[in-house]
């Protein structure tokens, strides 16, 4: 059925906005869905889409990739993108915000690859445009990258096409705290700019630690698993385990999983493949001293990770400083990501009070969403 915002000019498609609408309902079970509420904001989540785009591919005979939902993650957007006859090319970077002032603000993704921060954009106070960087691979069609030198110079040629010249603000996340580093090493190096390099959580792979450190996180780690399953009944906890040596026999290629393995473009196993490629980049990537400031922001409840990140960057940057915020790793930028929000755009704030205000005002007419 065809609602309010159904545009007749649609109505030859057999995927009008009225049946998108109809399915993201059915997939998300909500009602009503308004063409402009996103997917992910929704309750959508990795099998969901997959679940979607199933339903996609039976009705319009067309089988993408579930990742297309990333790009256009709203019913207008995907009726939009659904209604050319191909699927355009796709650049690493997602407009996540309009912004009419400065340069934009990238964001790198964490492992998994994607671009995950569409709430924490919107909140960021700065009148800055705001990209997020998916990584190659998410969408299927072409094989990650498992180096973060090659992930930064594929990102750095996209990067020209949105902002040709610095000064640049690079934040990232998790993961993408590295891949952020590497931009901005690559971009200094090529004579640009950087007026922000924030890192959200971010630490080098833990053979980067000293000894007593690894020691310290590992025996945290044990701690936190036996704690945790302590507290569940014992039918779950061994629900756990179980599921923990599936997914190892999976990620170790064994064939008894091959009846569980998702189609080639499923979100949830393209997903896996660039977290997988994520952890090999992780391992290999040796940090460089970086001549700039690094701006770091930590969550309040660290669990897994190292307690002071002063100890392990301040010899990587010649200058550093951290902030504290509510949450833990995950919740930073879900739960809690109202105040992540709020110190990075007093970051950005301070760093855009050194831009002159002309090459600030040609940057925004160049670089609208």
């Not at 891949?179 to 090493?185: C, H, K």
């Amino acid at each position: 059925m065809c609602r309010g915002w159904c545009d007749v000019s649609d109505l030859h498609s057999p995927l009008t906005i009225g049946v998108l609408t109809q399915m993201w309902e059915r997939v998300l079970q909500r009602f009503p869905v308004g063409p402009e509420e996103h997917f992910f904001d929704l309750g959508g989540n990795d099998m969901l889409a997959d679940a979607l785009f199933a339903e996609i591919a039976k009705v319009d005979g067309r089988v993408l990739p579930s990742a297309t939902i990333c790009r256009a993650p709203t019913i207008h957007a995907l009726s939009a993108l659904l209604s050319a006859p191909t699927l355009p090319k796709f650049s690493p970077f997602i407009p996540l915000k309009a912004g009419d002032e400065g340069p934009p603000i990238i964001i790198a993704h964490g492992l998994g690859g994607r671009a995950s921060f569409s709430q924490l954009a919107r909140h960021i106070g700065a009148r800055n445009p705001v990209y997020g960087i998916q990584a190659k691979g998410v969408d299927g069609l072409e094989a990650p990258l498992d180096r973060i030198e090659d992930m930064t110079e594929f990102y750095l040629d996209a990067l020209k096409q949105i902002q040709p010249k610095g000064p640049y603000i690079l934040i990232g996340y998790s993961f993408g705290g590295l891949v952020a580093l590497e931009m901005a090493q690559q971009l200094i190096g090529r004579g640009e700019n950087i007026a922000l390099l924030a890192l959200v959580d971010t630490y080098p792979h833990s053979h980067h630690l000293a000894p007593g450190e690894r020691l310290r996180l590992f025996a945290k780690r044990v701690g936190g698993h036996v704690s945790r399953m302590k507290q569940m009944p014992i039918s779950r906890a061994s629900s756990e385990v179980l599921h923990a040596l599936q997914l190892r026999l999976h990620l170790a290629g064994s064939n008894d999983s091959r009846a569980l393995t998702p189609p080639p473009l499923s979100l949830v196993r393209t997903t896996a493949r660039v977290k997988e490629n994520d952890f090999v980049a992780m391992r290999r990537y040796r940090p460089r001293f970086y001549r700039g400031k690094i701006t770091f922001v930590r969550p309040e409840a660290n669990s897994y990770l190292p307690a002071d990140p002063t100890a392990i960057w301040k010899k990587l940057a010649a200058e550093f400083e951290v902030e504290t915020v509510p949450g833990d790793h995950l919740g930073m930028i879900g739960t809690h990501f109202e105040s992540l929000a709020a110190a990075l755009t007093r970051h950005v704030e301070k760093a855009g009070a050194a831009f002159p205000a002309a090459a600030s005002n040609r940057l925004a007419r160049k670089m609208s969403l």
